[in-house]
Structure formats: structure tokens, C-alpha cells
């Protein structure tokens, strides 16, 4: 799990998203205090995987002035569920 996260989770994989009442001088100040040290070598190329490219990303704006609540939805391609191990064992 180490390895994975030391591949994977690195600038260059990374993305900042930001939403709110906020000038991009304070945002670039903010974001160079919080992740100015963060170094990690270049994510590595593996094998490519079974699952379907992804779509070009997006925003979708849906204003309801006076909504009570706000929602944040995130979500990723997952491993097919159709398909078992070939192994009986965890790895």
C-alpha cells in the first residue's frame, strides 16, 4: 500500500480544486504554504487496465439561489464486478 501511494499520490498526478469567495493571490499563497514541499518522483506508467478510458472532465453549475444545502460528489472507475480473482488469496 506504501508503494502505491508513493507512485501514485505525487504533484504531477494531482489536482486543486477550489470553490468559494477567494482571489487568486490569496489561493496561490494559501495552496504555496500548504503543498510548496510537497516533491514525489513522477508517476511511473504500468499496465493498462481492463476499465474504459474516462470522460473529458467537466463542471456542472446548477444554481439554486437561497438552497439550504450544498453537495460534493467525487467518483472514479472502479474494478469490474462481473469478474472474479484468478486466486483464491488476497495479494
Not at 37 to 45: D, E, L, P, V
Not at 79 to 91: E, H, K, L, M
Request: hydrophobic content about 40%.
Amino acid at each position: 500500500m506504501v508503494a502505491f501511494w508513493k507512485q501514485n499520490f505525487v504533484p504531477n498526478n494531482a489536482a486543486l480544486v477550489v470553490a468559494g469567495d477567494i482571489s487568486m493571490a490569496e489561493l496561490q499563497a494559501l495552496a504555496e504554504k500548504a503543498f510548496g514541499g510537497w516533491a514525489g518522483a513522477a508517476r511511473r506508467r504500468g499496465r493498462r487496465s481492463a476499465h474504459p478510458p474516462t470522460t473529458h472532465a467537466r463542471v456542472v453549475i446548477v444554481d439554486k439561489p437561497g438552497s439550504p444545502q450544498t453537495q460534493l460528489r467525487v467518483a472514479g472507475i472502479g474494478a469490474r464486478r462481473d469478474r472474479r480473482p484468478t486466486s483464491g488469496r488476497c495479494r
